[in-house]
């Protein structure tokens, strides 16, 4: 690789010097629907700093960069666009600074690497518990880590709404309990959770949802568990019939 390569995309510029990744200067970073600048060394780098004056990282601006294992976000920064870090499977943590108020859909997908999402204890707009993504009131589950080592994983009681995609392709979870809170699970939001084989689910009316959200999942081979006084209704109820048996808790 060489040592040192160098160009500007949009008013930034961007170093790449021996595998650091670094962008620099005052303003927005564009949004990507084709290729980035630096396409054709992604497999070279493994570390990204975004530095001071910077606001925003760009949709898809470090998607498929799978040597990636260090992430440093400016306090300047104030959104994460779509699909900002997808598929940066060597990523293994990053840390939300207090200034981002915004974080786009499937920022941190397919990182199979990644174990915790931790975000600075006064950022308003999203929280951290044991490395878990939530929007500051912790009502929303954003994004379970794909990386994270817990077989299972009880949802706490504030979250009234799972995200779209919030634990897609976590095949290492085996048991999920899903709290009597929560009244919207968003589309993928299990999606390719293979090692599923036991989901509990407290609350009492079925929630309504699609057959997306437990896509590449064999309902055939995994248990449900529900309120005593709900089993009838959940054998009843779209999608939440299709688990191979439907216990009470």
Do not use: H
């Amino acid at each position: 690789m060489n040592k040192f390569i160098s160009g500007t995309t949009g008013p930034l510029t961007w170093n790449l010097s021996n595998g650091t990744l670094t962008i620099s200067g005052e303003g927005e970073m564009p949004d990507y629907d084709d290729s980035v600048p630096w396409s054709s060394y992604k497999s070279s780098i493994t570390t990204v700093v975004i530095g001071d004056g910077v606001t925003s990282i760009g949709r898809d601006a470090f998607y498929d960069c799978i040597g990636l294992t260090s992430v440093t976000i400016s306090e300047s920064v104030t959104s994460i666009g779509d699909w900002a870090f997808y598929d940066c499977s060597g990523l293994t943590s990053v840390t939300i600074p207090n200034s981002v108020t915004s974080i786009g859909n499937g920022a941190f997908g397919s990182c199979s690497a990644l174990t915790a999402i931790d975000v600075s204890e006064n950022n308003t707009a999203y929280a951290s518990e044991n490395g878990v993504l939530f929007n500051k009131a912790k009502s929303k589950l954003i994004k379970y880590p794909e990386g994270k080592q817990d077989a299972s994983y009880n949802i706490p009681n504030s979250v009234t709404s799972i995200g779209n995609g919030a634990f897609e392709d976590c095949s290492g979870l085996t048991s999920v309990t899903i709290g009597n809170s929560v009244t919207s699970i968003g589309n993928a939001a299990f999606s390719c959770c293979r090692g599923l084989t036991s989901v509990t689910n407290l609350n009492p009316v079925p929630q309504r949802i699609n057959s997306g959200v437990f896509d590449y999942v064999d309902l055939s081979n995994v248990t449900l568990y529900v309120p005593a006084e709900s089993v009838e209704d959940y054998k009843a109820a779209e999608i939440w019939k299709e688990f191979k048996e439907i216990k009470t808790i």
